[in-house]
């Protein structure tokens, strides 16, 4: 299996734009995780999916943040409008919930590094 | 509600020496408890995973992490620090159970510095 795949991954936009984060998951995993990793608040759980339903947003930090997964093959995170205090690196994590050896167990993506002029 | 604490948020140790990084969780279920490691500009991946049985748990690398419930700790260990092992090491604890089972709460790491 290729892992999660992120794109793009370096992204570079000015203040105000719309940014949209793209994620595949692995084949086969129910879950799908977003985490933002600055230095000052270390790595954030933002938003998780089972089967395609969003469970828990509870760490997105505001309205200008929303996350979509249409299909259990493709999630998106969008920053509209962005702002500098945006720019960190995001990252896409899947996992399965079938029992087994390799449950619980997150697959962390490349991550996608943002930077907001 | 879980949690992780990670002592030291940076630990220095000489090429050869033994690595020892420190994590104690809470949690009001049995948990499950996982070492991950971030090499630079890279996503985290896993080194180890406690679930049940056996409390000494050996993973990638050399690591190993012993559990130990009296203390509540998953300290991590390997007994010869190599060059190649400088990196930030993330400890992580999640629940059993249904629900949310699959959500980890991640420790605020501790940057790994080996001196040649």
């Known amino acids: 299996d290729a892992g999660v795949i992120q794109s793009p991954r370096h992204e570079v936009t000015e203040m105000g734009q719309e940014v949209t984060l793209r994620c595949k998951p692995i084949s086969g995993h129910d879950y799908l995780f977003w985490y933002r990793q600055t230095m000052m608040r270390g790595l954030e759980l933002l938003i998780y999916?089972?089967?395609?339903?969003?469970?828990?947003d509870s760490g997105m930090p505001e309205d200008r943040f929303s996350a979509k997964m249409p299909n259990a093959s493709f999630s998106t995170l969008k920053i509209q409008p962005s702002e500098p205090r945006d720019s960190a690196v995001y990252f896409c994590?899947?996992?399965?919930?079938?029992?087994?050896?390799?449950?619980?167990?997150?697959?962390f993506g490349a991550g996608t590094r943002l930077s907001v002029l | 509600a879980q949690s992780v604490t990670q002592l030291g948020s940076h630990v220095s140790v000489s090429e050869g020496a033994l690595v020892l990084l420190r994590c104690n969780y809470s949690?009001?279920?049995?948990?499950?408890l996982f070492w991950y490691v971030q090499y630079p500009n890279q996503g985290l991946q896993l080194l180890l995973k406690y679930t049940t049985g056996a409390t000494l748990v050996k993973g990638i690398n050399g690591f190993e992490a012993e559990f130990k419930k009296s203390e509540t700790s998953f300290h991590l260990t390997k007994p010869s620090a190599h060059m190649s092992d400088a990196a930030e090491y993330f400890c992580?604890?999640?629940?059993?159970?249904?629900?949310?089972?699959?959500?980890?709460?991640f420790g605020t790491g501790t940057l790994l510095a080996v001196q040649p």
């Open positions: 992580a604890v999640g629940g059993r159970g249904g629900g949310a089972t699959n959500k980890l709460i």
């Open positions: 999916f089972n089967n395609n339903v969003p469970i828990d």
């Open positions: 994590a899947s996992s399965s919930g079938r029992s087994g050896l390799a449950k619980n167990i997150q697959y």
């Open positions: 949690s009001s279920v049995p948990p499950y």
